[in-house]
């Protein structure tokens, strides 16, 4: 049977941070059988973000969810909607 992982990242204007968050996900060593999602929520970003995020879905199972409204928790609950776990 097969598992997975998912991984929620909410993200503001802070382009730095989220490249340091998403190369150590990429670094992460993943059970065989096991499938990791990794769920990041642009949370009406203005700075390099979106332009990073293309970058990662190069390289690690990425979906973006992109939400306007401000706030870490308007972001959490667009996030965890999203998820399929």
């Given at each position: 049977m097969d598992t997975g992982i998912e991984i929620l990242i909410c993200?503001?204007?802070?382009?730095?941070?989220?490249?340091?968050?998403?190369?150590?996900v990429g670094q992460l060593t993943v059970p065989a059988g096991t499938e990791l999602n990794v769920l990041v929520v642009d949370n009406g970003t203005t700075d390099d973000t979106a332009e990073l995020l293309a970058r990662f879905a190069q390289v690690l199972p990425l979906?973006?969810?992109?939400?306007?409204?401000p706030g870490l928790s308007v972001a959490r609950n667009s996030g965890v909607a999203a998820l399929t776990g």
């Open positions: 993200s503001r204007n802070q382009v730095a941070s989220l490249e340091r968050t998403l190369q150590s979906t973006v969810i992109r939400e306007e409204r």
